[in-house]
Protein backbone atom coordinates (compact mmCIF):
# COMPACT_ATOMS: atom_id res chain seq x y z
CA UNK A 1 0.00 0.00 0.00
CA UNK A 2 3.08 2.24 0.86
CA UNK A 3 4.83 1.61 -2.58
CA UNK A 4 1.40 2.50 -4.63
CA UNK A 5 0.59 5.64 -2.40
CA UNK A 6 4.54 6.68 -3.03
CA UNK A 7 4.28 5.50 -6.70
CA UNK A 8 1.19 8.33 -7.17
CA UNK A 9 3.27 10.85 -5.19
CA UNK A 10 5.92 10.56 -7.41
CA UNK A 11 3.75 10.70 -10.56
CA UNK A 12 1.43 14.04 -9.65
CA UNK A 13 3.85 16.36 -6.94
CA UNK A 14 5.71 18.90 -8.67
CA UNK A 15 9.54 18.39 -9.13
CA UNK A 16 11.90 21.50 -8.60
CA UNK A 17 13.19 21.05 -11.54
CA UNK A 18 9.74 21.64 -13.52
CA UNK A 19 9.13 24.88 -14.89
CA UNK A 20 6.48 27.06 -13.47
CA UNK A 21 3.30 27.06 -15.01
CA UNK A 22 2.98 30.83 -16.06
CA UNK A 23 6.19 29.94 -17.98
CA UNK A 24 4.26 27.16 -20.02
CA UNK A 25 2.33 29.99 -21.62
CA UNK A 26 2.78 31.16 -24.63
CA UNK A 27 4.68 34.62 -25.02
CA UNK A 28 1.49 35.87 -26.89
CA UNK A 29 -0.53 35.38 -23.42
CA UNK A 30 2.41 36.79 -21.45
CA UNK A 31 2.75 39.97 -24.10
CA UNK A 32 -1.30 40.64 -23.16
CA UNK A 33 -0.72 39.76 -19.42
CA UNK A 34 2.14 42.29 -19.06
CA UNK A 35 1.04 45.28 -21.29
CA UNK A 36 -1.51 45.96 -18.48
CA UNK A 37 0.87 45.88 -15.32
CA UNK A 38 2.85 49.30 -13.93
CA UNK A 39 6.05 50.33 -14.65
CA UNK A 40 6.65 49.38 -11.02
CA UNK A 41 5.61 46.03 -11.59
CA UNK A 42 7.75 45.22 -14.64
CA UNK A 43 10.83 46.78 -13.21
CA UNK A 44 10.50 45.03 -9.86
CA UNK A 45 8.53 42.03 -10.28
CA UNK A 46 8.98 40.83 -14.19
CA UNK A 47 13.18 41.95 -15.60
CA UNK A 48 15.91 40.02 -14.86
CA UNK A 49 13.85 36.46 -14.60
CA UNK A 50 15.45 35.07 -17.46
CA UNK A 51 16.37 35.98 -20.62
CA UNK A 52 12.96 34.88 -22.05
CA UNK A 53 10.68 37.45 -19.85
CA UNK A 54 13.62 40.21 -19.95
CA UNK A 55 12.70 39.95 -24.22
CA UNK A 56 9.09 40.36 -23.12
CA UNK A 57 9.14 43.15 -20.93
CA UNK A 58 11.34 45.29 -23.89
CA UNK A 59 8.58 44.51 -25.75
CA UNK A 60 5.36 44.90 -24.41
CA UNK A 61 3.17 48.27 -24.88
CA UNK A 62 2.86 50.23 -21.59
CA UNK A 63 -0.31 51.95 -20.21
CA UNK A 64 1.13 54.45 -17.61
CA UNK A 65 -1.21 56.90 -16.00
CA UNK A 66 -0.41 60.11 -13.70
CA UNK A 67 -3.30 58.97 -11.11
CA UNK A 68 -5.26 61.99 -9.08
CA UNK A 69 -3.11 62.71 -5.66
CA UNK A 70 -4.15 60.86 -2.68
CA UNK A 71 -5.04 63.56 0.20
CA UNK A 72 -3.67 62.47 3.48
CA UNK A 73 -5.59 64.37 6.13
CA UNK A 74 -2.81 63.88 9.21
CA UNK A 75 -0.34 64.70 6.82
CA UNK A 76 -2.16 68.29 5.69
CA UNK A 77 -0.18 67.38 2.08
CA UNK A 78 -0.65 65.78 -1.20
CA UNK A 79 1.14 62.36 -2.23
CA UNK A 80 1.02 61.16 -5.87
CA UNK A 81 -0.39 57.66 -5.85
CA UNK A 82 1.65 56.38 -7.21
CA UNK A 83 5.69 54.61 -6.60
CA UNK A 84 8.47 57.58 -5.78
CA UNK A 85 10.43 56.42 -8.69
CA UNK A 86 7.90 56.15 -11.48
CA UNK A 87 9.08 59.00 -13.49
CA UNK A 88 12.83 57.43 -13.59
CA UNK A 89 11.22 54.21 -14.30
CA UNK A 90 9.14 55.60 -17.08
CA UNK A 91 12.17 57.07 -18.80
CA UNK A 92 13.69 53.73 -18.90
CA UNK A 93 10.89 52.23 -20.52
CA UNK A 94 9.90 55.16 -22.79
CA UNK A 95 10.25 54.05 -26.27
CA UNK A 96 7.86 51.39 -25.16
CA UNK A 97 5.08 53.67 -23.26
CA UNK A 98 2.17 53.46 -26.00
CA UNK A 99 -1.01 55.40 -23.66
CA UNK A 100 -0.25 58.45 -22.08
CA UNK A 101 -2.13 60.10 -19.51
CA UNK A 102 -1.97 63.03 -16.72
CA UNK A 103 -4.69 63.78 -14.58
CA UNK A 104 -6.15 67.32 -13.97
CA UNK A 105 -5.11 67.44 -10.52
CA UNK A 106 -1.56 67.74 -10.91
CA UNK A 107 -0.13 71.26 -10.74
CA UNK A 108 1.40 73.10 -13.89
CA UNK A 109 4.94 72.83 -11.91
CA UNK A 110 4.27 68.99 -11.86
CA UNK A 111 2.75 68.73 -15.18
CA UNK A 112 6.02 70.66 -16.74
CA UNK A 113 8.53 68.54 -15.52
CA UNK A 114 7.37 65.32 -17.87
CA UNK A 115 8.67 65.73 -21.10
CA UNK A 116 6.36 64.21 -24.01
CA UNK A 117 8.62 64.12 -25.96
CA UNK A 118 10.41 61.53 -24.66
CA UNK A 119 7.94 59.26 -25.44
CA UNK A 120 7.94 59.15 -29.34
CA UNK A 121 5.28 55.42 -29.93
CA UNK A 122 2.36 57.14 -28.33
CA UNK A 123 -0.93 55.83 -29.50
CA UNK A 124 -3.12 57.59 -27.04
CA UNK A 125 -2.16 60.76 -25.25
CA UNK A 126 -4.85 62.65 -22.48
CA UNK A 127 -3.13 65.36 -20.91
CA UNK A 128 -6.10 67.29 -18.63
CA UNK A 129 -3.80 70.73 -17.65
CA UNK A 130 -1.04 71.12 -20.77
CA UNK A 131 1.77 73.83 -20.35
CA UNK A 132 2.85 76.29 -23.92
CA UNK A 133 5.97 73.38 -24.33
CA UNK A 134 3.72 70.70 -23.98
CA UNK A 135 1.18 72.08 -26.78
CA UNK A 136 3.78 73.09 -29.18
CA UNK A 137 5.71 69.67 -29.06
CA UNK A 138 2.10 68.07 -30.12
CA UNK A 139 3.19 67.90 -34.17
CA UNK A 140 2.89 64.71 -36.30
CA UNK A 141 6.70 64.20 -36.69
CA UNK A 142 6.90 64.20 -33.30
CA UNK A 143 4.29 61.32 -32.62
CA UNK A 144 3.45 59.69 -35.98
CA UNK A 145 1.33 56.88 -34.45
CA UNK A 146 -0.72 58.93 -32.17
CA UNK A 147 -4.32 57.86 -33.13
CA UNK A 148 -6.28 59.32 -29.72
CA UNK A 149 -5.32 62.68 -28.23
CA UNK A 150 -7.32 64.12 -25.52
CA UNK A 151 -6.49 68.17 -24.40
CA UNK A 152 -9.97 69.13 -22.60
CA UNK A 153 -8.68 71.96 -20.72
CA UNK A 154 -6.49 73.34 -24.13
CA UNK A 155 -7.48 76.06 -26.45
CA UNK A 156 -6.75 76.88 -29.88
CA UNK A 157 -5.21 73.71 -31.45
CA UNK A 158 -4.51 74.35 -34.60
CA UNK A 159 -6.86 72.26 -36.81
CA UNK A 160 -3.80 72.31 -39.52
CA UNK A 161 -1.63 70.86 -37.63
CA UNK A 162 -4.39 68.37 -36.60
CA UNK A 163 -4.67 67.14 -40.00
CA UNK A 164 -0.72 66.44 -40.65
CA UNK A 165 -1.74 63.43 -37.94
CA UNK A 166 -2.58 60.51 -40.30
CA UNK A 167 -3.33 57.96 -37.86
CA UNK A 168 -5.10 60.10 -35.29
CA UNK A 169 -8.93 59.05 -35.14
CA UNK A 170 -10.32 60.75 -31.79
CA UNK A 171 -9.56 64.48 -30.55
CA UNK A 172 -11.33 66.11 -27.53
CA UNK A 173 -10.11 69.17 -27.48
CA UNK A 174 -10.64 73.02 -25.37
CA UNK A 175 -11.35 74.50 -28.85
CA UNK A 176 -9.57 74.45 -32.57
CA UNK A 177 -8.55 77.98 -34.38
CA UNK A 178 -8.89 77.54 -37.84
CA UNK A 179 -7.17 80.23 -40.42
CA UNK A 180 -8.82 81.86 -43.18
CA UNK A 181 -6.29 80.25 -45.39
CA UNK A 182 -6.81 76.31 -43.94
CA UNK A 183 -7.56 74.14 -46.53
CA UNK A 184 -6.65 71.26 -45.41
CA UNK A 185 -8.46 67.93 -44.80
CA UNK A 186 -8.20 64.83 -42.61
CA UNK A 187 -9.39 61.44 -43.48
CA UNK A 188 -8.56 59.77 -40.43
CA UNK A 189 -10.85 61.85 -37.51
CA UNK A 190 -13.77 60.00 -36.49
CA UNK A 191 -14.51 61.22 -33.85
CA UNK A 192 -14.48 65.07 -32.34
CA UNK A 193 -14.90 66.65 -28.81
CA UNK A 194 -15.23 70.54 -28.66
CA UNK A 195 -15.99 72.16 -25.25
CA UNK A 196 -16.01 75.57 -27.52
CA UNK A 197 -16.57 76.15 -30.67
CA UNK A 198 -17.75 79.28 -32.64
CA UNK A 199 -20.98 78.75 -34.74
CA UNK A 200 -18.91 80.52 -37.81
CA UNK A 201 -16.42 77.09 -38.22
CA UNK A 202 -19.24 74.40 -37.92
CA UNK A 203 -19.57 74.07 -41.73
CA UNK A 204 -15.82 74.35 -42.23
CA UNK A 205 -14.91 71.43 -39.77
CA UNK A 206 -17.39 69.12 -41.63
CA UNK A 207 -16.37 69.52 -44.51
CA UNK A 208 -12.50 69.24 -44.60
CA UNK A 209 -13.79 66.16 -41.76
CA UNK A 210 -15.23 63.80 -44.25
CA UNK A 211 -15.02 60.49 -42.18
CA UNK A 212 -16.09 62.23 -38.79
CA UNK A 213 -19.08 59.82 -37.29
CA UNK A 214 -19.09 61.24 -33.97
CA UNK A 215 -19.32 65.10 -32.86
CA UNK A 216 -19.44 66.45 -29.69
CA UNK A 217 -20.03 70.33 -29.76
CA UNK A 218 -20.29 73.13 -27.07
CA UNK A 219 -21.39 76.66 -29.25
CA UNK A 220 -19.92 79.58 -27.82
CA UNK A 221 -21.59 82.83 -29.12
CA UNK A 222 -20.20 86.18 -29.88
CA UNK A 223 -21.56 89.04 -31.03
CA UNK A 224 -19.93 88.08 -34.36
CA UNK A 225 -20.65 84.74 -34.36
CA UNK A 226 -24.26 84.42 -36.19
CA UNK A 227 -23.45 87.38 -38.43
CA UNK A 228 -20.29 85.29 -40.06
CA UNK A 229 -21.90 81.82 -40.23
CA UNK A 230 -22.84 81.10 -43.76
CA UNK A 231 -26.22 79.66 -44.10
CA UNK A 232 -25.92 78.47 -47.32
CA UNK A 233 -25.06 74.33 -47.39
CA UNK A 234 -23.67 73.29 -50.54
CA UNK A 235 -22.37 69.55 -48.95
CA UNK A 236 -23.97 66.55 -47.75
CA UNK A 237 -21.68 64.72 -44.61
CA UNK A 238 -22.06 61.31 -45.78
CA UNK A 239 -20.60 59.43 -42.26
CA UNK A 240 -22.05 61.15 -39.49
CA UNK A 241 -24.34 58.79 -37.25
CA UNK A 242 -24.07 60.68 -33.97
CA UNK A 243 -24.24 64.39 -33.49
CA UNK A 244 -24.04 65.94 -29.30
CA UNK A 245 -25.20 69.89 -29.20
CA UNK A 246 -25.00 72.03 -26.21
CA UNK A 247 -26.07 75.22 -26.61
CA UNK A 248 -25.52 77.70 -23.95
CA UNK A 249 -26.80 81.40 -23.63
CA UNK A 250 -24.52 83.79 -21.40
CA UNK A 251 -26.78 86.97 -21.79
CA UNK A 252 -27.95 87.81 -18.71
CA UNK A 253 -29.69 90.54 -19.78
CA UNK A 254 -33.07 89.11 -19.56
CA UNK A 255 -33.54 89.42 -23.79
CA UNK A 256 -34.97 87.01 -25.92
CA UNK A 257 -31.99 86.03 -28.31
CA UNK A 258 -32.14 86.12 -31.66
CA UNK A 259 -33.63 83.46 -33.41
CA UNK A 260 -31.07 83.26 -35.69
CA UNK A 261 -28.82 81.46 -33.73
CA UNK A 262 -31.74 78.59 -33.87
CA UNK A 263 -30.88 78.06 -37.48
CA UNK A 264 -27.50 77.36 -37.09
CA UNK A 265 -28.96 73.92 -35.68
CA UNK A 266 -31.16 73.31 -38.28
CA UNK A 267 -28.51 74.32 -40.96
CA UNK A 268 -26.25 71.91 -39.21
CA UNK A 269 -29.19 69.14 -39.70
CA UNK A 270 -29.37 70.28 -43.47
CA UNK A 271 -25.40 68.84 -43.89
CA UNK A 272 -26.75 65.76 -42.73
CA UNK A 273 -26.74 62.25 -44.85
CA UNK A 274 -30.62 61.13 -45.74
CA UNK A 275 -29.01 58.05 -45.73
CA UNK A 276 -27.56 57.26 -42.40
CA UNK A 277 -29.54 56.64 -39.30
CA UNK A 278 -28.69 59.47 -37.27
CA UNK A 279 -28.79 59.99 -33.70
CA UNK A 280 -29.10 63.57 -31.82
CA UNK A 281 -29.10 64.90 -28.41
CA UNK A 282 -29.64 68.73 -28.06
CA UNK A 283 -28.87 70.51 -24.60
CA UNK A 284 -30.14 73.95 -24.50
CA UNK A 285 -29.21 76.75 -21.57
CA UNK A 286 -31.08 79.80 -21.50
CA UNK A 287 -32.23 79.65 -25.02
CA UNK A 288 -35.76 80.85 -24.52
CA UNK A 289 -36.46 81.69 -27.90
CA UNK A 290 -35.29 78.91 -29.91
CA UNK A 291 -37.79 77.93 -32.39
CA UNK A 292 -38.87 73.87 -32.56
CA UNK A 293 -41.05 74.45 -35.11
CA UNK A 294 -37.83 74.97 -37.22
CA UNK A 295 -35.97 72.29 -35.45
CA UNK A 296 -38.96 69.42 -36.42
CA UNK A 297 -38.91 71.02 -39.84
CA UNK A 298 -35.62 70.20 -40.37
CA UNK A 299 -35.56 66.66 -38.04
CA UNK A 300 -38.40 65.29 -40.50
CA UNK A 301 -36.47 65.40 -43.67
CA UNK A 302 -34.44 62.99 -42.21
CA UNK A 303 -35.10 59.22 -43.02
CA UNK A 304 -34.35 57.72 -40.05
CA UNK A 305 -33.17 60.00 -36.75
CA UNK A 306 -33.40 59.26 -32.82
CA UNK A 307 -33.76 62.67 -30.50
CA UNK A 308 -33.14 63.82 -27.30
CA UNK A 309 -33.33 67.06 -25.73
CA UNK A 310 -32.68 68.25 -22.01
CA UNK A 311 -33.67 72.11 -21.59
CA UNK A 312 -32.49 74.49 -18.80
CA UNK A 313 -33.58 77.45 -17.56
CA UNK A 314 -32.46 79.98 -15.11
CA UNK A 315 -35.88 82.62 -13.91
CA UNK A 316 -33.25 84.78 -12.65
CA UNK A 317 -31.49 85.67 -16.48
CA UNK A 318 -33.55 83.77 -18.71
CA UNK A 319 -37.35 84.15 -19.68
CA UNK A 320 -39.13 80.70 -19.26
CA UNK A 321 -40.62 79.55 -22.93
CA UNK A 322 -44.27 78.57 -23.99
CA UNK A 323 -43.83 74.82 -22.54
CA UNK A 324 -47.17 74.37 -23.31
CA UNK A 325 -46.96 75.17 -26.93
CA UNK A 326 -43.58 73.21 -27.72
CA UNK A 327 -46.01 70.47 -26.24
CA UNK A 328 -48.29 70.89 -29.01
CA UNK A 329 -45.41 69.65 -31.53
CA UNK A 330 -45.58 66.45 -31.96
CA UNK A 331 -42.40 65.69 -31.99
CA UNK A 332 -41.58 67.35 -28.83
CA UNK A 333 -45.29 66.36 -27.12
CA UNK A 334 -43.58 63.87 -24.12
CA UNK A 335 -41.51 66.29 -22.56
CA UNK A 336 -41.83 66.23 -19.45
CA UNK A 337 -40.11 68.83 -16.06
CA UNK A 338 -37.38 66.66 -14.12
CA UNK A 339 -38.43 66.28 -10.48
CA UNK A 340 -35.58 68.37 -9.14
CA UNK A 341 -37.11 71.52 -10.40
CA UNK A 342 -36.66 74.34 -8.12
CA UNK A 343 -38.14 77.82 -7.67
CA UNK A 344 -35.59 79.68 -10.45
CA UNK A 345 -34.24 76.39 -11.83
CA UNK A 346 -36.17 74.74 -14.51
CA UNK A 347 -35.65 72.42 -16.35
CA UNK A 348 -36.93 70.17 -19.17
CA UNK A 349 -36.25 66.64 -20.74
CA UNK A 350 -36.95 64.89 -23.90
CA UNK A 351 -35.94 60.88 -23.62
CA UNK A 352 -34.68 59.28 -26.44
CA UNK A 353 -37.72 59.00 -29.27
CA UNK A 354 -37.84 58.14 -33.09
CA UNK A 355 -38.41 61.36 -34.97
CA UNK A 356 -40.43 59.38 -38.02
Not at 123 to 150: G, H, K, M
Amino acid sequence: MFSFSFALFLRHAPSSATISTLELLPNEILFDILSYLSVSDLAYGWLDLNSRFDAIVHSCPIRHVYNEPKWLWRLLRWFAWSYPTDVELLQYFASQVVFLEIHQHFTLSDVSTINILQYPNLRRLTIRRTTTSQVNAIQANNFPYLEYLTLSATENISFNILCQFKLLRSCGLGSIQIDDQDICSSSSIRSLILQKCDPSQLLHLLHHLPQLILFKVNFIWTETSVQQFDFTVDFVHQNLRSLYVSMFNDDFSGEAIDTDRCAVVTTLFASLSLDQRIRCHLQLFGMSNFNFEQLQRALRRLNSCRLSCFLIYHLRWHSLPDIDHIRQLSLFNKIRPSPCNANNLHTYRLTWTNVH
